[in-house]
């Protein structure tokens, strides 16, 4: 974990910045213009009201930064980093108004990154020893799949495709269309470039086998019980990886990842998950 | 109910479309250009796999129409309209390959507002018969906030300020700066126009006598036990409005409405509320 | 006035950057940069040729620095600061060229918005003692009413809705489509969340008495005459907000305050205001 | 006048879309979503409460149809005509609710547009019979350049350069740096290509000569008393183009355009000209 | 080649807007305007001068509609197709000015994408029968990577990564940072989702068979003669896909090809080719 | 060549970030982020593979910083300066990811620019002491015009018009429409503003004497043999400004220029140049 990063700002700052343009509309903060003095500065805490995995600090922080310059961001933890409740995240100081006119962009980012990454430590953990890699999906909240995806990583898990353009994924439509897995995966592979993984989601152990005939590089084992999980497994002998997909939860996770598959993916981990509770203190007014 | 309306298109419409490009990436839909031919075509059924409460139909379809306008739509359900398990929502039809591309940008939109709109309606019911409103906050995903509020309404609830700029409400920290509810209540009023509503927040009896003298519109009543609520709003006695805020779960919100005052509002109904699982089913290949 | 200050550089530095690229076009500047050798240095005042009020001097002299960060601009004038004729407003220094570049967009944004300021002064002077409020309107310039309300109140007075979302202003077409101001009001009541303020725009005593029963904030009285302005000053007595409006000119502005509204709003503020004249004279070639 | 149409769409449609984003702001039309039902229809009238030169009506109009692609809007005066007070310009019919919605923004730029219009028309006609032609300078509304050099055209007067790289205008600071006019042009010559047009600013009969011998194809006569405008122009003879700028205003347009100058040029028809009174009127609910 | 579609128009109109923008300027077609009235029509032949591969004939076309909607298109070729000199590709009838304002945009668009197929074609046709796809790499134009990729489609060609998140590709220096090729393909493997290829560079044989081992699915053997290339395609046995890339032109593909390589990259199809001579020819004035 | 600078920053960086978006995607650079530590550094030189003329350099550079302002560049060589093959042109040092991340796109500018500058270079010593200036056309690639002109001055070549709004240019079509070339010049007179020059397009002696007749300041010889460009070159006798165009190469410019024309200007310098090879080499890893 100790090397994680978050993307580059020229890929966050965008989404930093419309949140602040959305929060202060046309006219910026009425309540704190008018009530507190231009001159007047704080130092507040960035606190963790309960515990969780740390993700998306620096972004959540850089609220403050592009309100304005000379408020200074002090971290004192780290994205991916497993934080007990009351824990200071941050300290941030300097000119009043803008530490305030930021709190609330900076925490709903923060608060929804930090859940994603709780949750998913929290699977990763329950399938420890099973060697399945935990993978989020493409149901993320629109605007937001780039630190989504990231806090994903922060939890310890691991990810799925981008977009539709940077993998194959063939599904059961795909399939049907095609008029079966094989000629859906001779399409794909005629079509797309040689740097492109194809991977073709699965119901049964005769689409198991026709995928792996065809070349598939990755095989989706679509809401497969446990039992027939590991025979696709079993059938499969590493000539491919194998994902599990389809209604798994934090409940189930372990015992799917039990039956041997490489990988298990979760779209509950992005569009289901509850916020980790954060919130800013005042710590000097 | 029946005259909900989604907000214009102009205000929508750049929501969907990022989250398409977010979607297409630079390559667009890989697997469906190399799959699927250019003229095939489709007919696929949107629908509620769990029963819930509509919400952002007409917005989530225009993913498909965005991506290729030759689809066409037909609506099956409205927004704020309860709908069973297994519901059609909307039946779309066309060419095969943007139907394929749009339908997880339609699905992650439609499976959050209606999320909301399910849950809010879930603690409307709980506080029938009260007179409370249910509000929501400022707590709400970076981006969405304009559809996320109206799908609070399309569940029954009310919204509370859009942003920081269209009407003042003094927090904690403001009143700190202030040095007292009173004075933080003059700045403001001096301060902003005559269109802009004063709201305070307070966490006593004291505060609030206090925010009723210096003429405070709306007293937001910080977690407080429903007793103290019940003392507040005998002390209000009708002349500001009486928000309870704080804390407050579908769980204790029948409690806390039970205190007698106008609104509860609720950061949980669009930070961490689940998804509602809707899906496509193609019907016609 | 002291305490007066810009919007976020986050809201207002889009609209320097734009003016910037309206005036560059496609290849800058091609007198100065055939002109003047690019190691050639300047310094240049900032100047007000004719007395009034200043607004917006941190917006427009961030033209410079956001054309080229080394020029360096040393604030002499204030917002909200009368200056008389010849008065230096800023001392601009660094390379030539960005300084001539940007003249023109500085002097655009300076020259309308202390025009904006100037002019307010004079209705809130020429109505001093009245108690009345000067409040600008809807009808400002497209791209610029952020800055233009700021002018406002850089002028000393005060700002109306700052859009069709902050506010409920029921006008004539609303009430007639509507049936009436109490049927109107009642809508707007259980349409709008409990921070939305409700104006409803009136033209004879009885429409004062059913908004005011209605249980309007605000009741604009329009287009009236100074005598039924103070009947209906009276009827109101204090229960609601009153706000003159319709027709007001500086010419009339005392006799329509001396009514004993509230408020009295000016479209002519923003839409027909002369600029002030300011130009930039090079000190130092 | 009659082959006078506005700039493409491409250009002039993103400067009504901010417009109606920046009224609308994130919610839309409170007032009017509450008290108006959605299946409301409307017919009004666009109407010039004072006569005046029309400019800018099929721009303005726009802002009901991007709202809303149901509005019908049919134009009763074409930019360039003149009308009496109470023409209608245009008739909108359609659902009520853009056409309430959009009202402001379409009136706020169509009265501005007008307004310049009708200011040029005015200077025009003053000097009617002196062969000069009346242009407008740079000191246009930020980001609305484009729409106020139309409306300076509309109302029967000429552009001067859009920018700063469409033409080159050797300055007074220019010149300073140049160390003269004859070096400033010859810099100029090398330095432009050869598309670009080339004027200078001269305040005396020895820079008009030197400009003469140096090659400028305009001479700008600045501030220049009738008299030596006279003299001016002698001494130019027609080898270029001569325009007067400077301080001149409607009162003294006629006695500067009779010295014999090509171009007179007024900054007052962008920065200070009044908005023409126009108005909408709902003639059925 | 029958399947081949431009991307979404989603995808590319930007692009073609952009280009329309960048041509108009602020003030749109000066020459057409003043010349051509407004009611004129006429009808437009999109010609080939020369012999050569279509390639975003839509997309160049749109041009024509962007700008005026009016503007009928009757496409008489299609993407991939070859035509000869003097062909015509399209017929473009309508309103005469937007036909003329928006020719040169379409053939800037046109010429460079048919170049790039053209030449694409050609490297294709030389290396027939050898069974190696032709690919383009990332020395594209900056701003149009999404049709110079499309181009190379069309003209028979394949497409490497589109960017830097949809694969990996380890070159020298990532190589000499990790301290090895199998280091280097270990941390990759590790840090990346299980739907990303890993390609590694690698010139000479102890480094293709360390990447095989390492387990890279894609082997890109940099700037190798042909005589090593054909012993490291017998090493890699078909374990891996190997590529050749490294001053490949079209006079060496035939020869670098014969070498039994899967693939054969040239940064020249989209950085150094000549654009195909495309003409507007009005038919009817 | 001494006082030759890129466009203000303004205007170019927006070009360099969408490049950098284009590359990096959605979620990055993938190899770099998993291969090379976080707090590793390089240095890394950016070298011209070939002799060529410089254009571009801290244009391109912009992309190292743009993506991590800790990056340093040290600029070794200016735009418009002459370089040999393995030349410096600057050297790169910071945090290595950025470096490596931004590479690509730096290079793909670097190496479009320098090819034209160094194209340009090379017609102009063709038609050394002839007299005649070298200019480049609008057959740009869409959206990098600002830089090819750019490109095409560093190459000591002058410019024609920046787009279809900063000159008049009457082709044959538009002498068509207008039944002649001096109504179509009178035209266009009559319509535009005075800063505004009128070139014509003449195909042959009969024109050319229209064209000086009707005032046209510059006139396009299109398509002429050599001898009867000296033959419109005499007519002409210094009148208006001479320039050859259609089909000049690098072959025959040194033909076209000896006919004693003004100016030759050449479509392929700009959309069929081959780029100059340029490469960044680690040197401290």
Redo the contacts between chains.
Sequence with gaps: MN?L?P??P??YEP????????????????????????D?T?TARLVARRAGRVAGLPVACRAFT???PRVEVDLRAADGEDVAAGATLALVSGP?R?I??AE??A???L??LC?IATATREVVASVAGTGA?V?CT?????????LE?YAVRAGGG??????????????D??V???GGVAE?VR??R????????I?VEVTNLAQVQEALDAGAE?ILLDNMAPGMLREAVALVAGRA?T?ASGGITPENAAAVAASGV??ISLGWLT?????LDVALD?VV?
Tied chains: 1, 2, 3, 4, 5, 6.
Excluded: C, M
Excluded at 158 to 171: E, M, P, Q, T
């Design positions: 090397d990063r993307p580059p020229l890929l989404i930093v910045e419309a949140a602040l343009r959305e929060d202060l509309g046309r006219a910026g903060d009425q309540t704190t213009d008018a009530v507190v003095p231009a007047a704080a592009l309100l304005d009043a803008p305030l006119s609330r962009v925490l709903n980012l608060g929804r859940g890699r993978a493409r149901k993320t909240t629109p605007g937001l799949r780039l995806k691991s990810n799925h495709r981008f977009g539709l353009d940077d993998a194959v994924l063939i599904k439509n795909h049907a269309v095609a859906a399409r794909a005629a079509g797309v470039g040689h740097l492109v993984k991977e990755v990886v994902e490489d990988v569009h289901s998950v509850p916020a005042i007014g």
